[in-house]
């Protein structure tokens, strides 16, 4: 049984107790998410900050990647409207718009008048994704959480909180949050990690089953493939015709083409880059 501590070391602990209060941060503010539909999450302060102006671009300008486009924002449209929907594993070759076809979805509802906001979660900052969608569960809202380029190398293991998070745990996901990861691995592990767990483990398929399960969190997987050459000129097309570049069409694809062939892809984020280039050469502001 302890005893009560003496008189004299009572003003002692009360200052002690006071000078941790000091030191401890502060509560990080309760999300104000009247403020803005996107917000970035900031796991040192465990608060949401909010993005003013999100970095994405009309759908329709999305060219050559329509059906998964299309699955994407039914898939978004229903969540938003408070219908079931699935968690969205978005994988495929490096500059084919995944991430902009995330924002884009998004910016389609909010243009629809549908209340969805639009969280942005680091892929280092993923073992605090319990945390963000506990302080979400109870908000009058409906989320997104969205992670760019999500993926794990050997050694991690932060992908088991993920697992857990996404369908495994005993409270479940929140009803009023979907996780959408975009990356460029089909199950966000190297292919080197899962054949040294299918050589060195004891139950090799036990072992490799683990890991190729993460990804089977995903209802679903929309992969987004390398264009076609008539695809990357369609691209380029829409660009110009969106903002206001006149130039001779056989021109154009022919300065696109060299473009591309410097870069060694053809690639929407190629595609792009070349438009903004063109602009620059002509004068001519680009508003998307």
């Known amino acids: 049984m302890s005893l009560p501590p ?11 107790a006071e000078a941790l209060e000091r030191l401890a941060p502060p509560t990080p503010p309760a999300p104000d998410f009247a403020s803005a539909d996107a917000f970035l999450w900031n796991a040192a302060r465990g608060a949401l900050q909010p993005v003013l102006r999100v970095n994405r671009i ?24 408070g219908f079931p929907a699935n968690n969205v594993l978005l994988w495929g070759a490096r500059g084919m718009g995944k991430s902009s076809l995330v924002k884009s979805a998004h910016g389609a509802m909010t243009a629809e008048g549908l209340p969805l906001k639009l969280v942005e979660i680091h892929r280092e900052d993923i073992n605090s994704l319990p945390a963000l969608m506990n302080s979400l569960r109870h908000a009058p809202h409906r989320f997104i959480l969205y992670c760019d380029d999500l993926s794990f190398d050997s050694g991690e293991t932060s992908y088991k909180a ?5 369908d495994g745990g005993i409270e479940g996901r929140p009803e009023n949050v979907l996780f959408y990861a975009t990356s460029n691995r089909r199950h966000l592990l190297p292919r080197d990690m899962i054949e040294n767990e299918r050589a060195t483990a004891i139950n090799p398929g036990e072992a490799v089953e683990e890991k190729v399960s993460l990804a089977e969190r995903f209802g679903l997987w929309l992969g987004v493939h390398k264009c076609s050459q008539d695809d990357y000129l369609g691209m380029i097309d829409a660009y110009a015709a969106h903002f206001g570049l006149e130039m001779d069409r056989e021109r154009l694809h022919w300065e696109a083409l060299e473009w591309s062939t410097t870069r060694g892809s053809l690639a929407g984020r190629v595609a792009f880059q070349f438009i903004q280039d063109l602009a620059g050469r002509m004068g001519r ?3 998307v």
Not at 6 to 16: A, C, D, G, M, Q
Not at 162 to 166: H, T
Request: zero cysteines; a neutral charge; glycine letters at 2%.
């Open 58 to 81: 009309p759908l329709a300008l999305l060219v050559g990647i329509d059906h998964v486009r299309d699955i994407l924002v039914e898939n978004t449209r229903r969540f938003a409207k």
């Open 285 to 287: 502001a680009m508003e």
């Open 162 to 166: 993920l697992k857990a998070v996404l």
């Open 6 to 16: 003496s008189p004299e070391l009572e003003p002692l602990l009360t200052r002690i």
